[in-house]
């Protein structure tokens, strides 16, 4: 069976997972809304994170910060004078490109133009006579660089005074709050400053779905610790994060670390990892690992003029921390899990059913209750409310039992129940396990367990 991207998205769409963003109005090209068992895979996945980063992890701690942030700090960043696309326009079709992609699309991904300059881009382009993907035509402009922040106003004046930027990154907030949070929670070094949040960036090239996005929420955190200490941190944090992959049923084979090469890497880093995924379309990042030393606080020390030094309570000694970051994005992950989990099934008597084999932290719904008779009804819905205290629930009652079980299948729910006579006599129900399809009589409260043990995480 092969998992072609557009059948993956054909079934995100059919089942309510996600929609065309503004549909009704034609949509507005690349946003998407997540429905309601898509908030829910979302959800599944940022707790799983919080749970394993923060509540597990005595270290860590968790911030909101705004989204709408002082200009400043995005002139100490460096994302005002840097943070920018290298673009070229087809001067016969109009249609605008990044010169990177031109090229990794061109070689399938065997050359990347990362850490290139615009002239090396534009002379490979002309030398491999790369042409327009729209029209196939060779005329395009010099590269221009693009600023990726979404620019807007604040109050109700418009002039350049009050502009003020949508973050294309959470991790600012972060480093904007570390003396605030050391200070207040009296942490010692080394802690990490977690964040979830939406992040905004005007991509040029969006698309694959919810792949690359203009509008996006990451998971990230900011791991400070010892100069030095950094070494020993970033190999521990590309573990856990792949880890944590694995954990909840991602398939190794189709997960890879990619090393950044050193003319990849940012002026300041030391170090960066990717964990990429084989996406229907090939490798593609989900989560960055990075070591950024102590570059982002000595430029908000510099720029802001407060004291960003943290000082060791035993020696003494003052210093700027360093940082490892592990950064990732939701949407990514949930696209990652939604690929994994897609199976198309042939049954014994020639049927095929289509399961998305969640694990059962990340399903939306964990148990359906279905009757199997309309008279059945309350005692169904009274058995599912007293489970959904629990656990999300889903309740059906209309179609062949075999409909109702393949609708479950579709959107990955682990368990259903049914509620037939032997239920009204005795209160047992059978539950009926999505992977195996085998089925077994229970009391309610076994199982509440059941699933309880199926979630532990
Ligand atoms: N603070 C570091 C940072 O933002 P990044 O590699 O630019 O690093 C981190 O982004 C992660 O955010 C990526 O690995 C990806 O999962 C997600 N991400 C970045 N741009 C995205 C976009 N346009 N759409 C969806 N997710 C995106």
Redesign the pocket.
């Known amino acids: 069976m092969e998992k072609t991207f557009d059948k993956i998205v054909s079934h995100a769409k059919k089942t309510g997972f996600v929609f065309q963003g503004s549909e009704i109005y034609g949509g507005l090209s690349n946003t998407w809304d997540f429905g309601p068992y898509g908030s829910m895979l979302k959800d599944h996945i940022k707790m799983a994170w919080k749970k394993k980063f923060i509540q597990e992890n005595p270290d860590n701690v968790e911030l909101q910060a705004a989204i709408l942030m002082n200009p400043r700090v995005w002139e100490a960043s460096g994302h005002l004078s840097s943070f920018s696309d290298p673009l070229m326009d087809c001067r016969s079709c109009k249609t605008r490109h990044r010169a990177d992609h031109l090229i990794s699309d061109f070689t399938h991904g065997e050359v990347s133009a990362d850490g290139w300059t615009n002239e090396q881009m534009e002379t490979y382009i002309r030398e491999h006579n790369i042409p327009c993907p729209k029209c196939g035509s060779h005329d395009f402009t010099p590269i221009r660089q693009f600023n990726l922040m979404f620019k807007t106003f604040q109050g109700t004046v418009e002039d350049a005074k009050s502009t003020i930027y949508l973050r294309p990154?959470t991790?600012q907030g972060i480093f904007v709050d570390f003396k605030n949070i050391q200070r207040t929670y009296r942490k010692k070094l080394p802690f990490g400053i977690c964040q979830i949040g939406k992040s905004f960036?005007n991509?040029i090239t969006?698309g694959n779905f919810i792949?690359?996005?203009?509008e996006?929420e990451?998971m990230?955190m900011e791991f400070f610790c010892r100069p030095g200490d950094d070494q020993e941190w970033f190999p521990y944090w590309r573990k856990f994060c792949m880890d944590w992959i694995l954990s909840l049923g991602g398939q190794r084979e189709n997960l890879r670390y990619r090393d950044h090469t050193k003319e990849e890497l940012s002026f300041y880093s030391t170090g960066t990892t990717d964990i990429e995924y084989a996406f229907p379309w090939g490798w593609g990042?989900?989560?960055?690992i990075a070591d950024r030393t102590d570059y982002d606080l000595s430029q908000h020390q510099k720029f802001s003029g407060e004291n960003l030094e943290y000082m060791d309570p035993n020696t003494g000694e003052k210093f700027i921390p360093f940082v490892v970051?592990p950064?990732?994005?939701v949407?990514?992950l949930f696209f990652m899990f939604f690929c994994d989990a897609y199976d198309e099934e042939t049954l014994d008597k020639g049927d095929t059913r289509i399961v998305m084999h969640f694990h059962p932290v990340l399903a939306p719904i964990k148990c359906a209750v279905l009757p199997l008779r309309k008279s059945y009804a309350e005692k169904a819905r009274e058995i599912r409310q007293s489970l959904s205290y629990d656990f999300e629930t889903d309740y059906d009652e209309s179609g062949s039992i075999g409909k109702r079980y393949r609708r479950q299948d579709e959107i990955g729910t682990p368990y259903c129940i049914t509620i037939d006579e032997q239920t009204m006599a005795d209160g047992t129900v059978t539950i009926r396990d999505r992977d195996t399809m085998a089925q077994e009589r229970l009391s309610v409260e076994q199982v509440r367990e059941k699933i309880s043990q199926a979630i532990r995480f």
Do not use: H
């Open positions: 990154e991790a960036r991509e969006p792949f690359r996005t203009r996006f990451q990230e990042e989900v989560w960055g970051e950064s990732v994005g949407e990514r």
